[in-house]
């Protein structure tokens, strides 16, 4: 429901206002549904986490006074595990509370970066979460969102976050929309049913959905829509494969049905017994947190900062202020600089400081992990040959199917026309007589737009064509021994030639599946040990990533042609592509491994931030990272052809869904956010990475969160925002 990281934020997009009541705002840490959180210093020069709530929340009736009772409430809160609510303004012209800042990742990121924890490590978390949500519960709240992103894990323990507004939010989203508001995964049954009906024993229920995440890396109700995932924490047992032995029956109970039967906090902390917080703490964790510290420490010894407005924030790509302005300490704060008490020096891991001389220029060749210099200016991009209006999808994607543009989400799918936007088709399919609801599209494979749909008793896999026509509908998935319903099909992860293969979740976990598309036939199937899988089929064969182990498989047979450990860390959501002799995976560095036998090659881009996925054309793979770099590589060597350091912000998902940079055989084109905040894209030449043009929209028409979607056909671009489907001539010069 809300986002709320304490990372040190990229100085270049903060973009936060100079004070907000009295407390002077250094940094935005992080936005969701309900607002912003800030980084901000009291007068007593202490760190606060300002949230500050939307408008549409704040000129709902009756919220104001909501909000000050839930603030009321929250101050009361007097737990170790949960940081005081300092202050509050309900009569602001945008409401907002401050509780106490603390240096720490989210569970969410420590599990990503650093692995699931023992057994030992749990047992710490466990009791802190139950002690954090002792003192919530307490003061008469109910959390009503806990979540791994809403705990923090500091050197003494974890700390809950983001309680004593949820209720308020939470009253006027329901009342306003009558939505359910939580989050997919980790909210209790009843929640799903009714939010009013949530009480102390849903967020018991959201405790061990966290412990089971801490565990294994996922949630215990599988992965894929969220109406899948709010069916089955209904409706289905959890998924507890990998939780340790003598932790299941405690979460087991925690994630009952029924609210009566689940233990209370107390008793949660009861069976835990004694645990030590540093049994939470690896050596990288100790490390993060160490630089977080440093990091706040710079800024509570911050100059002053003036009652008039501050300057806009500093372009990184500018030279330097020679004296040691606010605004550059606080850019080299906000860049995770480590300042020494005298004053004078300044360190930081990955950090260079500014010399006299230019780096090299943008385009050239440089050594492993070098950048150029970014151009100042960038030519605004051509007009558009046609632009059509799109209906809003949720999480939408956009794909070419033939000489056709497919516009989708889960729900619906429209095809248009590629040389005049024209609308030709909507999706639409002849569903089985069990099944009844529409259809789940997955996206285009091949030469098909594939869909899903779910029985209980069976799980369907179906085909349409370029002209929108159904090509099959094949059963692929029935219930197994024991299982009370057929897994759910929850993504297509690659197609080759006639044969598909998707990803599935259900009783025992997550699978893998090879479907013959023209038989319906399912080749074979594998259980896999973690959501973090990745699968992708080339000519024969099909490599699969299964919680940091790459395999080559035989693509009909399914037989395990070579196996190669510890590629990855799991949870690192890496993606795979090839060029027929190489398959590269990249996370936060590129690597690439013979497809014969799985020996590894090269290893390029080598970074601590998530790259994109790449995409490979002819013997380059292109592909881009999160400081805003794009990187042409030879796929024989894994040298750099051509580095460039975008103009504008890359916008770098590191998720499932990232599907790297477009690119046709004259130009590559990436997804950005611009100044702002507002969404474009920026075109780069392929053959030497100059830029060439980037496509900024200023009117309020285009503006917005939603990241552009881009396909490249011959020389036409395509470009999707929220509302707009865009042609453009895509020229090289």
């Given amino acids: ?99 106490a800042y603390v240096p720490a990742p989210s569970l969410h990121d420590v599990v990503r970066r650093f692995g699931v924890l ?100 996922r949630g215990p109700f599988g992965s894929g829509g969220t109406a899948e995932i709010l069916y089955r924490a209904v409706h289905h047992p959890p998924q507890l494969d990998g939780v340790p032995a003598a932790l299941v029956p405690l979460i087991s109970g925690c994630l009952g049905k029924d609210p009566a039967l689940r233990p209370s906090a107390a008793s949660v902390l009861a069976a835990l017994g004694p645990a030590d917080p540093a049994a939470l703490l690896t050596q990288g964790l100790r490390e993060d947190v160490a630089r977080r510290e440093a990091h706040a420490a710079v800024l509570v010894a911050a100059p002053p900062m003036p009652m008039a407005p501050l300057a ?16 550059r300490f606080l850019w080299l704060a906000a860049a995770g600089t480590t300042v020494a008490a005298g004053g004078g020096a300044a360190a930081l891991a990955g950090w260079r400081p500014e010399s006299d001389k230019d780096p090299a220029p943008s385009g050239g060749k440089g050594s492993e992990g070098s950048t150029g210099r970014p151009e100042p200016k960038v030519p605004a991009g051509p007009k558009p040959r046609w632009s059509v209006p799109l209906k809003k999808l949720q999480s939408a994607q956009l794909q070419l199917l033939g000489d056709l543009l497919v516009h989708w989400d889960q729900e619906h799918a429209t095809a248009y026309d590629t040389a005049s936007g024209k609308e030709r088709w909507k999706g639409s399919l002849r569903m089985p007589s069990d099944v009844s609801t529409g259809p789940k599209w997955l ?67 997550y699978g893998v599946l090879a479907v013959d598309l023209g038989s319906g036939e399912v080749l074979w199937s594998r259980r896999i040990k973690g959501s973090d899988f990745q699968a992708y089929a080339d000519g024969d064969r099909c490599f699969l990533q299964d919680n940091g182990t790459l395999r080559g498989l035989g693509l009909r047979s399914g037989a395990e042609r070579w196996k190669v450990p510890d590629v990855v860390k799991p949870g690192a959501y890496p993606h795979l592509s090839t060029d027929g002799r ?149 020229d090289t010069s």
């Avoid at 983001?162 to 209720?167: H, K």
């Avoid at 308020?168 to 049954?189: K, L, W």
């Avoid at 590894?600 to 790259?611: D, G, P, R, S, Y």
């Fill in 1 to 99: 429901m809300y986002t709320h990281t304490h990372e040190g934020s990229d100085p270049a997009v903060v973009h936060s206002p100079a004070r907000i009541g009295p407390y002077e705002v250094f940094q935005l840490l992080g936005e969701g549904g309900m607002g912003r959180v800030f980084l901000a210093r009291s007068p007593g020069s202490r760190l606060v986490a300002l949230k500050v709530i939307r408008p549409e929340y704040a000129e709902a009736p009756d919220f104001r006074g909501r909000f000050r009772r839930e603030a009321a409430s929250a101050r009361r809160v007097s737990g170790f595990f949960t940081p005081p609510v300092l202050d509050v303004d309900a009569d602001a012209p945008q409401p907002w509370l401050a509780t």
């Fill in 118 to 217: 023992p057994e030992a490590g749990l047992r710490a978390l466990g009791t802190g979460l139950a002690e954090a949500l002792l003192a919530i519960h307490d003061a008469g709240i109910v959390h009503r969102d806990l979540k791994p992103g809403n705990v923090l894990v500091a050197e003494d323990g974890p700390r809950v976050i983001d309680f004593g507004i949820s209720s308020a939010v939470d009253a006027t989203q329901v009342t306003r929309t009558g939505a359910v508001v939580g989050t997919p995964g980790f909210m209790a049954p009843e929640q799903i049913v009714s939010s009013r009906a949530a009480g102390p024993a849903a967020d018991v229920f959201s405790l061990g959905c966290v412990l089971v995440f801490a565990a294994t890396g």
């Fill in 312 to 327: 806009p924030p500093v372009d990184p790509f500018a030279t330097a202020p020679k004296g040691p302005s606010r605004r």
């Fill in 443 to 509: 996206g285009v494979g091949g030469s098909t737009l594939f869909a899903t749909a779910w029985s209980g008793e069976r799980g369907y896999l179906f085909g349409v064509d370029a002209a929108g026509r159904q090509k099959f509908g094949h059963t692929v998935t029935e219930p197994g021994a024991g299982a009370q319903s057929a897994d759910f099909v929850d993504g297509l992860l690659s197609v080759a030639g006639s044969v598909a293969v998707i990803g599935t979740s259900g009783h025992k976990g």
């Fill in 582 to 730: 190489i398959l590269l995976v990249t996370s936060t560095k590129a690597q690439a491994f013979r497809v014969t036998d799985g020996k590894k090659l090269w290893t390029a881009v080598n970074e601590t931030t998530t790259i994109s996925a790449a995409r490979v054309r002819g013997e380059r793979a292109y592909l881009y990272d999160g400081p805003g770099t794009a990187f042409a590589l030879d796929t024989r060597s894994g040298k750099q052809v051509w580095n460039t350091a975008s103009p504008v912000r890359l916008t770098t998902t590191g998720g499932a869904d990232d599907q790297g940079p477009t690119v046709s055989s004259s130009v590559v084109a990436i997804a950005t956010w611009a100044t702002g905040d507002v969404p474009g894209f920026v075109v780069l030449r392929a053959s030497d990475g100059k830029p060439l043009w980037a496509h900024q929209p200023s009117g309020a028409k285009e503006a917005g969160k939603t990241d552009w979607l881009l396909q490249v056909s011959g020389n036409t671009l395509f470009a999707a925002s929220a509302s707009t489907l865009h042609a453009f001539r895509s």
